[in-house]
């Protein structure tokens, strides 16, 4: 099998190496914990009596999650292996970090090993008397039927779920309303994937999955996990379409309605192709009388080098529109 191509100096130390890069590249917005080098704070986000909010999870995913970190947004974020969950130590470590008596919110995607990490680190933060509460993302549509969406798994609408909670926690809400507000953006944020090509780990080099020449792959994961239908390469409105159907399916969108939306590349899918695509997801909610309020397209949640692209909508009420409105400052995304 061919390798891949890499710009790395070894696939044990590009994780280490890249968040060294990071916190020299953004200084002024992000640190390290002293003695914890992947557990990332922001410099101007925990204060007294604030809520603090950890997300984290796999490197591989960039922006997600270590670009969000900041005023505004999330305080701190824990760093694991390429698509490997953070350990409980690094996520404790940041729980510490950011405690400001007001408690702590651990918010993630729904993995099996974020989940089991995590929960080992909310039970040692609340020994040392630290509340913790979780929220875990489960936007992508594709990976379990409606009736069992705590299965589901969290992916680019990550970006919305932490937008919305992390702008609570900046309006100093008490930790029950910054859970409320987590769940109701979780609630109402949808995510359908499709995935043209593979990638590789730093490690191996190899692609970590195969499709034909002329086969996307509809629903699959961010970290290669399998979609729900392969099928012969399609326009990019036919794919836009068949993302959309899915979504809306669910979603029920009304006349009047407002959505943001979120054209994400899995990573080697350039910005030419996800224009043409937000192209046609104007056109459908254009016809159906929904109204764009905010569209964010480009690299936000990724997969490492894989082709790919996904489209999320958040189904806006007031509430959510003020707080993914409000401004934020991070290492690789700011608003307002």
Known sequence: MTLTKKIIN???????????????????????????????????GPRPGKVGMVIGGGSGHEPTFVGFVGKGLADAAAI???FASPPPDPILACAV???????????????????????MAAEMAEMDGIEVRTVVTTDDVASAPRDQRHKR?????????FKAAGAACDLMLPLDEVVRVANLAN??????????????????RRANFHLGDEEMEVGLGIHGEPGIIRQPLQTADAIVDDMLDRIFAEMNPQ??????????????????ELYVMN??????????????????????????????????LMHLDDELTRLIDLPCDCAMFRAG
Request: proline share 3%; glycine share 12%; charged share 15%.
């Open 279 to 312: 192209r046609r997801v104007r056109q459908r909610l254009d016809a159906l009388g929904v109204e764009v309020h905010a569209t964010w397209v480009g690299p936000y949640c990724t997969s490492l080098e894989m082709a790919g692209a996904s489209v999320t």
């Open 187 to 204: 609630d109402r944020t949808y995510t359908v994937g499709v995935g043209l090509s593979a990638c590789s780990l730093p490690q191996t």
């Open 153 to 161: 798994r969290g992916v680019a609408g990550n970006f919305f779920v």
């Open 10 to 44: 070894s696939g044990d130390d590009v994780v280490d190496e890249m968040v060294e890069g990071l916190l020299l590249a953004h200084s002024g917005i992000v640190t390290s914990v002293p003695g914890s080098p992947r557990s990332i704070i922001a410099r101007h």
């Open 97 to 119: 970090a950011v405690n400001q008596g007001a408690g702590v919110l651990f918010c993630y995607g729904n993995y099996a090993g974020d989940v089991m990490n995590f929960d």
């Open 255 to 272: 006349r009047g309605d407002r959505v943001a939306v979120l054209v994400n590349s899995l990573g080697s899918t350039t910005l030419m």
């Open 80 to 82: 694991g292996n390429v």
